[in-house]
C-alpha cells in the first residue's frame, strides 16, 4: 500500500510544479506590464513637463523682448524730449516714470542726469507685461546722449553795439558784417559782400558791394562776455566733453615767454588752454587747438592759431577773450584759423599799418564796454568767413538752435 501510494503522487506534484510554473510567468508578466506602464507614464509627464517648459520658455522669450522694446523705446522718448524740451513733461526726481505707449504690454522708467554740455545720462528700465510664470521681466539699457546745439554764425564778422570798422578793415563773405547798431564804414575800408545793420555810415558806404540789410533780429554775439565757451565754467580750469569723455583744458600762465608750443596731448585732445587772468605774449606763441583768455589778451609779439585736424572732429573755436584784444606795438600780428570771440573788442597801443589782425573763419565782438569795439587800433583787420570753422556747438547758452542728438556710448 505504501508503494502504490507513493507511485499514484507522482503525477500530482508534476502538476503542482506545472501549476507553479505557470503562477510565476503570470506574476512576471504582470511585473512587466506594471514597469511599461509606469515607463509610459513617465515618458507622459516627461512629455508634458517639456511641453510645459517650452510654452514657459516662449512666454518669457516673449516677455523679455517686451521688456527690451519698453526700454529701447525709453531711449528714443528721452532723445525726443531733450532735443524738443517744449514738448517734454517735467521730470520728477530726474524720472519719467511708468510711461506706457499705446499697444505695447508693460511700462518703462526714464531717468535723465545731465553731465553738463549739454550730455546726459540716459537709463531706460523696461518692465513686460506679466509672463508665463506670472512675472514681470525687466531689461535696462544705459546711454550716454549728448543734444548738438549751434549758435549760428552766419556772418564774417558780427556786432552786438554800434561799430566803425577802421580804414584798414576787410570783411569777406555774405553777409560780411552784422551789426544790432549803425556801421561806419571809413574811406579805405573794404565790405565784400552783404551788410546787416541798424544803419550806415561814413565815407566808405559806398564801398559795400553787396546789400544794405536790416539789423539782425538775433545778437550776431554772445549775450556776455561770460556767456561764451568757457569764460562762465565754474572749474579751473574748465573742462569740455569730447567722444563721451570729459577732458580739461591745459593752464598758460602770463606773460608768455616762450616754450613748448601749446598743442593737443593724451589728457587735452582738443589743445584747448586756458589762462585764469589777463595774458601778456612777450614771445611768439603758437597755438594748436584753443586759447581762452579770462581777461585781456595783450599781443607785444606774434600770436598764431590753428585748429586741431580732422576739423569736423574738433567743433572748437580759436581764440575767446573775456575782455580786449590789445595789440601792443608796431609789427605785432595775430593770426587765427577758426572763430574769435572778444568780448570788449580790439584795442591798440602804437600800432600802424605793419600791424595786423588775420581771421579765417568769423570774429564775434559783444562790445559791452563804453566807446567803439574797434578802438585806438590803425593796424590791418582782416576777416575772412569760412564756414567751416563756424559750426561750434555749445559755443553760447544764448541762440542755441538745437541740431540733433547722438548717442555717444549704449550699454545693456
Known amino acids: 500500500m505504501k508503494t502504490n501510494d507513493t507511485i499514484l503522487s507522482f503525477p500530482r506534484?508534476?502538476?503542482?510544479?506545472?501549476?507553479?510554473?505557470?503562477?510565476?510567468?503570470?506574476?512576471?508578466?504582470?511585473?512587466?506590464?506594471?514597469?511599461?506602464?509606469?515607463?509610459?507614464?513617465i515618458l507622459g509627464y516627461a512629455l508634458l513637463s517639456a511641453s510645459a517648459v517650452q510654452a514657459t520658455a516662449g512666454s518669457n522669450s516673449i516677455a523679455a523682448a517686451q521688456a527690451r522694446g519698453q526700454a529701447e523705446s525709453g531711449i528714443h522718448m528721452a532723445m525726443y524730449y531733450l532735443l524738443n524740451?517744449?514738448?517734454?513733461?517735467?521730470?520728477?526726481?530726474?524720472?519719467?516714470?511708468?510711461?506706457?505707449?499705446?499697444?505695447?504690454?508693460g511700462s518703462v522708467t526714464v531717468t535723465v542726469t545731465p553731465l553738463g554740455n549739454n550730455e546726459y545720462t540716459v537709463v531706460s528700465a523696461g518692465t513686460s507685461g506679466a509672463s508665463e510664470g506670472g512675472g514681470a521681466i525687466t531689461r535696462t539699457i544705459t546711454a550716454n546722449i549728448q543734444v548738438v546745439t549751434t549758435f549760428q554764425i552766419p556772418q564774417a564778422a558780427g556786432f552786438n553795439t554800434a561799430v566803425s570798422i577802421g580804414s584798414l578793415g576787410s570783411y569777406t563773405g555774405s553777409p560780411a558784417i552784422a551789426s544790432t547798431g549803425t556801421v561806419t564804414i571809413p574811406t579805405g575800408a573794404q565790405v565784400n559782400g552783404s551788410a546787416s545793420a541798424a544803419s550806415f555810415a561814413g565815407p566808405g558806404v559806398g564801398a559795400i558791394t553787396g546789400q544794405e540789410l536790416p539789423a539782425p533780429t538775433i545778437a550776431p554775439a554772445p549775450n556776455q562776455p561770460t556767456d561764451a565757451m568757457f569764460l562762465s565754467s565754474a572749474t579751473q580750469p574748465p573742462s569740455y566733453m569730447y567722444n563721451g569723455t570729459q577732458y580739461y583744458a591745459g593752464t598758460i600762465n602770463s606773460p608768455w615767454t616762450g616754450g613748448t608750443p601749446p598743442g593737443p596731448t593724451i589728457g587735452n585732445p582738443l589743445g584747448v588752454y586756458y589762462c585764469s587772468g589777463a595774458l601778456t605774449v612777450s614771445s611768439a606763441l603758437n597755438v594748436n587747438g584753443t586759447l581762452v583768455?579770462?581777461?585781456?589778451?595783450?599781443?607785444?609779439?606774434?600770436?598764431?592759431?590753428?585748429p586741431?585736424?580732422?576739423?569736423?572732429?574738433?567743433?572748437?573755436?580759436?581764440?575767446?577773450?573775456?575782455?580786449?584784444?590789445?595789440?601792443?606795438?608796431?609789427?605785432k600780428t595775430l593770426t587765427a584759423?577758426?572763430?574769435?570771440?572778444?568780448?570788449?573788442?580790439?584795442?591798440?597801443?602804437?600800432?600802424?599799418?605793419?600791424?595786423?589782425?588775420?581771421?579765417?573763419?568769423?570774429?564775434?565782438?559783444?562790445?559791452?564796454?563804453?566807446?567803439t569795439p574797434i578802438s585806438n587800433y590803425s593796424g590791418h583787420l582782416t576777416v575772412t568767413y569760412n564756414n567751416s570753422y563756424t559750426n561750434i556747438p555749445n559755443f553760447s547758452s544764448s541762440n542755441q538752435t538745437p541740431t540733433g542728438v547722438k548717442i555717444v556710448s549704449w550699454s545693456e
Do not use: C, E
Not at 502538476?15 to 515607463?39: N, P, T
Not at 581764440?319 to 608796431?330: E, H, R
Open 85 to 105: 524740451t517744449a514738448n517734454a513733461p517735467a521730470l520728477v526726481n530726474s524720472k519719467w516714470a511708468n510711461v506706457t505707449f499705446a499697444g505695447i504690454p
Open 293 to 306: 583768455v579770462n581777461g585781456q589778451l595783450t599781443d607785444k609779439s606774434s600770436i598764431t592759431i590753428t
Open 337 to 371: 584759423t577758426g572763430v574769435v570771440y572778444a568780448g570788449d573788442g580790439i584795442t591798440g597801443t602804437s600800432t600802424n599799418s605793419t600791424t595786423s589782425i588775420s581771421v579765417t573763419g568769423a570774429l564775434l565782438i559783444t562790445g559791452l564796454s563804453a566807446g
Open 308 to 331: 586741431v585736424t580732422p576739423i569736423p572732429s574738433t567743433n572748437m573755436p580759436a581764440l575767446v577773450v573775456s575782455t580786449y584784444i590789445n595789440m601792443n606795438g608796431t609789427g
Open 13 to 41: 506534484i508534476g502538476r503542482d510544479r506545472r501549476l507553479a510554473i505557470v503562477s510565476r510567468h503570470r506574476g512576471i508578466a504582470l511585473v512587466l506590464v506594471i514597469l511599461v506602464m509606469a515607463l509610459a507614464a
